[in-house]
Structure formats: structure tokens, C-alpha cells
């Protein structure tokens, strides 16, 4: 019988300190809020990221291909049967599906938005954007709620307004470093109604006050979905709350950041110091036992799907091993992009 992460994780002590490395170096705000966090969840959590950054990092490194992305849905389907590959994300990721019963279905979103990312899709309507931001943020919120145990789908519904919050506020403020890279997230239906012509715009890009006005328009998406979210933390464990409200708080002071600069996020990039995110967490200690539950409505309607999957989900034993031969072919594709991975020195 293979052993289950309830009973012998995967993740050795040592995998566990890589995954702390991955999220040090790729996510200040991640981690400064991370220390909030209980130890039991805080370790998980680390897992989740470092799982969530190779799997972007992959995409990245294979310009993008759709077979970078094939060889992640196996190493997913791998953790998911509780046979993961040998590597730390790996490993934390098996742990993480398997002790807090997360429906794959909910990282199988995260790879299929990264994989819009790799096609270079564009968002017509912000209800495009709600949904690309459903798969690659709003799913992280889910399973860091799942994380801390709560399953609530009111609770989940605010997980997935966070992380929309979150990702519109990363849109925001990186609006000149995709242009640079001949990409574009704001919605086209608000820049056209803007008279922002998105060809010339990204040719040249220039921070014009019809850029800035949508610019601001999505920062305003942003605080609503913030307001939102807000109660959901009251239905998070006590010991859970001033990490997830200081998390809330650092994003949206990017916002804060932008607006500050005139919603010019084409010459400069929006960022909070060291100083100001000390802050935000001290007041996240003082606020969090006071903040209260009252916003009661469903999820956005193109993260309804996230929910659902909690809802409907069992757990399930994991299967017996298949044979060798099943797994040879897509195993040795694996090993290479690791070996690539590797060599980026991603986890050093």
C-alpha cells in the first residue's frame, strides 16, 4: 500500500527548507505575511508556493509550449495518485492533495491558467479577466483555505475574492513590464471604451491619462473585491487570521502605490518598502481578532467552479501502482525539465 501524507509525508525536512528558499527569493510579501502563520500551516503553505513558482517557472523556461505544460498536468496526476517525482515541490504538493483532501481540480485551474498565459490569450470583457484570475490566483486562495481546514463555501467565496484582488492589483502595477513583453491583461472592451488603441500602445508604450483612467478602473475592481474578502478571514482560525489580513493589506497598498503615482504603472513599478510592510502586519495583529462575518453573497460567477469542487469532493484512496511501462516515456520527458530546472538553480 503507498503510503499516505497523513501517516509518512513525502516531503522530507530537507524538501521543506528548499520550498521556504523558493518563496524567500520569489515572494517578499508571500512570505513576510507567512510568518503569521501557525507552523502547521505555514510549512504546507511553503509547499503550495514552491509548487505554484516551478510550475510558472516551467512554462517560462519552454517558452511556453503546450508540451512544457503536458509534462505539468504529469507531475500533478503523479502527486495526485501519491506518486510524485523526485523533487521538493513534488513531494510538498502529494502532501498537500492528500492530508487536506484538495480536489485536484483546483491546481488543474492553476495549470490551465498558466497555460492562457503561454498562448498569450487577451481578455475581451473584466469578466474574461475575472476568470483568467479565478485559475491562477483565486485557486491559491481555495487551497490555502483548505490549508487551514475550513471548507465553508462562504469562506472559500472570499478565499476567491482575495486572490481576484490580488491578481487585478498584479495587472495594475505591471501594466509597462507586459506591454515591454508584447503582452497586455487589461481588459480591451474598457480600453477601447477609453480610446486606448492597444496596437500603438504596445509599440510605444506611454503612460496617457486614457491609459491611467483604466488603470485606475481595474484598481477600483480591486478594492471592491478587497471589501469583499475582508469577512471572509473572520471564518478562518484565529491563529490564521492576521497572516491572511496582512497579506490583504500588502497587495492592496501596491494599489495604494499606483494610485500615489498617478496610475502610472507604464515608467515605474509600484512597491512596498521593507518599513511599510512591517507596519501593515502590526496592524493585521491588532485588526484581526475584531474583524467580523456579514458579506454573505456566492462567489464570483467565473470562480463558482472553485467552490464547487470543494463541495462535491471526497476523499478517495489512492489507487495501486500502475506498471513501469505506463509511466517511462512521460517519466523520462519529466526528467529533463527538471534537469533544465535544475540547472536554473531554482530551489539554491
Same mark, same amino acid.
Given at each position: 500500500?503507498?503510503?499516505?501524507?497523513?501517516?509518512?509525508?513525502?516531503?522530507?525536512?530537507?524538501?521543506?527548507?528548499?520550498?521556504?528558499?523558493?518563496?524567500?527569493?520569489?515572494?517578499?510579501?508571500?512570505?513576510?505575511?507567512?510568518?503569521?502563520?501557525?507552523? &502547521?500551516?505555514?510549512?504546507? =503553505?511553503?509547499? /503550495?508556493? @514552491?509548487?505554484?513558482? %516551478?510550475?510558472?517557472? #516551467?512554462? !517560462?523556461?519552454?517558452?511556453?509550449?503546450?508540451?512544457?505544460?503536458?509534462?505539468?498536468?504529469?507531475?500533478?496526476?503523479?502527486?495526485?495518485?501519491?506518486?510524485?517525482?523526485?523533487?521538493?515541490?513534488?513531494?510538498?504538493?502529494?502532501?498537500?492533495?492528500?492530508?487536506?483532501?484538495?480536489?485536484?481540480?483546483?491546481?488543474?485551474?492553476?495549470?490551465?491558467?498558466?497555460?492562457?498565459?503561454?498562448?498569450?490569450?487577451?481578455?475581451?470583457?473584466?469578466?474574461?479577466?475575472?476568470?483568467?484570475?479565478?485559475?491562477?490566483?483565486?485557486?491559491?486562495?481555495?487551497?490555502?483555505?483548505?490549508?487551514?481546514?475550513?471548507?465553508?463555501? &462562504?469562506?472559500?467565496?472570499? =478565499?476567491?475574492? /482575495?486572490? @481576484?484582488?490580488?491578481? %487585478?492589483?498584479?495587472? #495594475?502595477? !505591471?501594466?509597462?513590464?507586459?506591454?515591454?513583453?508584447?503582452?497586455?491583461?487589461?481588459?480591451?472592451?474598457?480600453?477601447?471604451?477609453?480610446?486606448?488603441?492597444?496596437?500603438?500602445?504596445?509599440?510605444?508604450?506611454?503612460?496617457?491619462?486614457?491609459?491611467?483612467?483604466?488603470?485606475?478602473?481595474?484598481?477600483?475592481?480591486?478594492?471592491?473585491?478587497?471589501?469583499?474578502?475582508?469577512?471572509?478571514?473572520?471564518?478562518?482560525?484565529?491563529?490564521?487570521?492576521?497572516?491572511?489580513?496582512?497579506?490583504?493589506?500588502?497587495?492592496?497598498?501596491?494599489?495604494?502605490?499606483?494610485?500615489?503615482?498617478?496610475?502610472?504603472?507604464?515608467?515605474?513599478?509600484?512597491?512596498?518598502?521593507?518599513?511599510?510592510?512591517?507596519?501593515?502586519?502590526?496592524?493585521?495583529?491588532?485588526?484581526?481578532?475584531?474583524?467580523?462575518?456579514?458579506?454573505?453573497?456566492?462567489?464570483?460567477?467565473?470562480?463558482?467552479?472553485?467552490?464547487?469542487?470543494?463541495?462535491?469532493?471526497?476523499?478517495?484512496?489512492?489507487?495501486?501502482?500502475?506498471?513501469?511501462?505506463?509511466?517511462?516515456?512521460?517519466?523520462?520527458?519529466?526528467?529533463?525539465?527538471?534537469?533544465?530546472?535544475?540547472?536554473?538553480?531554482?530551489?539554491?
Amino acid at each position: 500500500m503507498l503510503p499516505s501524507s497523513s501517516d509518512r509525508p513525502f516531503a522530507t525536512p530537507e524538501d521543506q527548507r528548499r520550498c521556504r528558499a523558493a518563496i524567500i527569493t520569489g515572494s517578499k510579501t508571500f512570505y513576510s505575511a507567512s510568518k503569521l502563520l501557525p507552523n &502547521s500551516v505555514r510549512k504546507p =503553505a511553503y509547499g /503550495l508556493y @514552491a509548487f505554484c513558482r %516551478l510550475s510558472d517557472d #516551467a512554462i !517560462d523556461l519552454d517558452g511556453g509550449s503546450l508540451q512544457a505544460l503536458n509534462r505539468l498536468y504529469f507531475r500533478l496526476d503523479r502527486c495526485h495518485r501519491g506518486r510524485p517525482l523526485p523533487n521538493p515541490a513534488d513531494r510538498a504538493m502529494a502532501d498537500l492533495l492528500s492530508a487536506h483532501a484538495v480536489p485536484v481540480a483546483i491546481p488543474e485551474a492553476l495549470l490551465e491558467g498558466l497555460g492562457w498565459d503561454a498562448e498569450g490569450r487577451r481578455y475581451e470583457t473584466i469578466s474574461d479577466l475575472h476568470a483568467y484570475a479565478a485559475r491562477v490566483a483565486s485557486t491559491v486562495g481555495v487551497m490555502m483555505t483548505l490549508l487551514m481546514d475550513v471548507r465553508k463555501p &462562504s469562506a472559500l467565496a472570499r =478565499a476567491c475574492d /482575495l486572490g @481576484a484582488a490580488m491578481q %487585478l492589483t498584479n495587472i #495594475a502595477r !505591471d501594466v509597462g513590464e507586459d506591454a515591454r513583453n508584447g503582452r497586455i491583461y487589461l481588459p480591451l472592451q474598457w480600453l477601447d471604451e477609453a480610446g486606448v488603441d492597444v496596437a500603438g500602445f504596445l509599440s510605444d508604450p506611454q503612460p496617457t491619462a486614457e491609459l491611467r483612467s483604466v488603470v485606475a478602473r481595474l484598481l477600483e475592481e480591486a478594492r471592491r473585491l478587497y471589501a469583499q474578502a475582508r469577512s471572509g478571514i473572520a471564518e478562518l482560525p484565529r491563529n490564521c487570521r492576521p497572516a491572511i489580513l496582512a497579506a490583504s493589506k500588502i497587495y492592496a497598498d501596491i494599489g495604494r502605490e499606483v494610485a500615489d503615482a498617478g496610475f502610472d504603472s507604464v515608467t515605474r513599478r509600484a512597491h512596498t518598502s521593507g518599513r511599510r510592510k512591517l507596519q501593515l502586519l502590526a496592524e493585521s495583529l491588532v485588526e484581526a481578532p475584531r474583524i467580523s462575518t456579514g458579506w454573505d453573497a456566492p462567489a464570483l460567477p467565473e470562480c463558482a467552479f472553485l467552490v464547487d469542487a470543494v463541495t462535491t469532493h471526497r476523499r478517495r484512496p489512492i489507487p495501486a501502482p500502475r506498471g513501469l511501462a505506463a509511466f517511462t516515456a512521460p517519466f523520462v520527458r519529466t526528467l529533463a525539465l527538471f534537469e533544465r530546472l535544475e540547472r536554473a538553480e531554482i530551489y539554491d
